[in-house]
């Protein structure tokens, strides 16, 4: 995402699925649906409006961002203070791992089988499109689709782990352990990547019980530990191999 | 050493991957009266522009910064619209069928330079090049895979195969990026300044390489570059341009 240039978007696709979250709280709506169908439509309407406008996809993605949040805002501020008190609003907006339900651990399989499917299936041209997306373009590759294709994905995973975070900080579990291994290894970035994405939960669900502080945000502050790691970690390395280089020059 | 010696196989044998689609005007590329902007520009990027490239021939278009000429480039591959004017590319219209027009064509970019960082090798970087033509689930064949490394040998880059695009020099990358463009087997062949990052021997090896394989595939080249001298020798077409108009034509 961050090679394709999508990260904004994906982070008001995250935002999106919180205001339709928070929208099925005063709707009564079933909360994982309704965020699905907010995050899809902000999707293709970003999409759409880039396309057709000629505005920056970051623009439109901000705005996208800051109405989803006013939406998200009004809509807590509007819901019924039995609903807010009630365990599904909780779990909307600040996550808990009880949420995690056989199926949906079914429907995240389900996730990374599309995923790794698709992967498979067009290997060559994502390749090409995260390497360079404008060559890629330049010699055909069909961007729109494959871009479609993982919002479509990213959206999906949004709503399914939406519970467990919460709304507010859903992106930070999507972001957070990417970036934190980018630095260290390019190569072996997905697989580092949801190993660091497990450990920052697993370590979130432990330091949420003996602390008694809310799981989603534990485990959001646990990727955001994560990534701090990554990147002073990769820096130091840097370093020393900067110094290594200094000392074999000089020698 | 260009691969294209008797009885060698890979791309040095073929046309062009895709059938030849030249339509009756023997025009490979028209411009007719075409004036462009940048998005939010005040000013236009080109001014009635009007330019016939003709198939199987070799125009360079030269000029100063700013003149124009990687915005004609991006024109032809229907990044950008016309404000005015027509715009046909190999018989198609644009930027209405600019996929169709991409897919036959070659791009070397101005900016390729690539992060040391980056860890897709010289044979991924190369292979991607035919990616629009594979389907789903269509993984390279060894056709593929040879006429990857002959474009590799090509552009000497022999016994770089497997290493890391980012570690390589910048003209080591250009060369790399060349043979992309080669393994296309493009019906047209654009080369943003193809030589800016090149020695003065490796700018007339890339220059002996563009017309052998333009002669070998029958392709239509369209270089752009500041420094023409290189390639000069082999060109058909000559167009110099300045602050977005054509001033000349030999």
């Known amino acids: ?251 | 050493m260009w691969g294209f010696r008797k009885n060698s196989r890979g791309i040095g044998e073929d046309t062009c991957r895709v059938p030849n689609r030249e339509d009756s005007s023997g025009v490979a590329v028209l411009l007719s009266n075409v004036s462009t902007a940048y998005p939010r520009s005040k000013n236009p990027a080109l001014i009635n522009v009007s330019l016939e490239v003709e198939y199987n021939t070799l125009t360079l278009i030269t000029g100063p910064n700013g003149a124009g000429k990687t915005t004609l480039l991006e024109l032809i591959l229907g990044f950008l619209k016309p404000l005015t004017g027509v715009i046909r590319v190999l018989g198609f219209k644009m930027p209405k069928d600019s996929r169709k027009v991409r897919m036959l064509s070659g791009y070397l970019m101005q900016d390729f330079m690539k992060s040391p960082r980056e860890t897709y090798t010289v044979m991924q970087v190369v292979s991607m090049g035919l990616a629009a033509y594979k389907g789903p689930l269509t993984p390279l064949n060894e056709k593929d895979l040879e006429a990857v490394r002959w474009a590799i040998k090509a552009v000497g880059l022999e016994g770089l195969e497997e290493k890391p695009i980012g570690i390589l020099s910048g003209g080591q990358q250009q060369r790399a990026f060349l043979a992309r463009v080669l393994v296309r087997k493009p019906k047209l062949i654009l080369l943003d300044e193809p030589f800016s990052s090149l020695d003065p021997e490796g700018r007339k090896t890339i220059s002996e390489i563009i017309d052998n394989v333009r002669r070998k595939l029958k392709s239509t080249v369209i270089v752009v570059s500041h420094d023409i001298s290189p390639i000069i020798e082999y060109a058909d077409k000559v167009v110099e341009m300045k602050s977005g108009r054509i001033v000349g034509v030999r």
């Open chain 1, 1 to 251: 995402m961050r090679r394709l240039g999508l990260l904004t978007l994906c982070f008001t696709v995250a935002h999106a699925a919180l205001a339709g979250a928070s929208v099925s709280i005063i709707a009564s709506t079933p909360p994982e649906e309704t965020a699905f169908a907010f995050s899809i439509t902000a999707a293709l309407l970003v999409e759409l409006l880039y396309r057709r406008l000629g505005v920056e996809r970051e623009v439109i993605s901000m705005c996208t961002f800051s109405f989803s949040s006013a939406i998200a805002m009004i809509a807590v501020y509007m819901a019924p203070s039995v609903t807010l008190t009630s365990e599904t609003a909780s779990l909307i907006l600040w996550g808990s791992v009880l949420a995690v339900t056989p199926a949906k651990i079914v429907l995240l399989v389900f996730l990374v089988v599309s995923l790794a499917v698709y992967v498979l299936s067009f290997k060559l041209e994502i390749d090409s499109l995260l390497f360079d997306v404008k060559l890629a373009e330049a010699e055909g590759v069909n961007v729109t689709l494959h871009a479609t294709i993982l919002i479509l994905l990213t959206a999906m995973a949004i709503s399914i782990i939406l519970k467990l975070t919460g709304g507010f900080l859903v992106f930070s579990l999507l972001f957070n352990p990417v970036v934190a291994v980018e630095r260290l290894s390019y190569r072996r970035q997905p697989l580092l990547g949801a190993l660091v994405g497990g450990l920052s939960g697993l370590l979130g669900v432990v330091v949420s019980y003996f602390f008694d502080t809310p799981v989603g945000a534990t485990i959001s502050m646990m990727a955001s530990i994560m990534l701090i790691l990554g990147v002073t970690s990769s820096s130091l390395l840097e370093y020393h191999r900067t110094r290594r280089m200094k000392t074999y020059v000089s020698t």
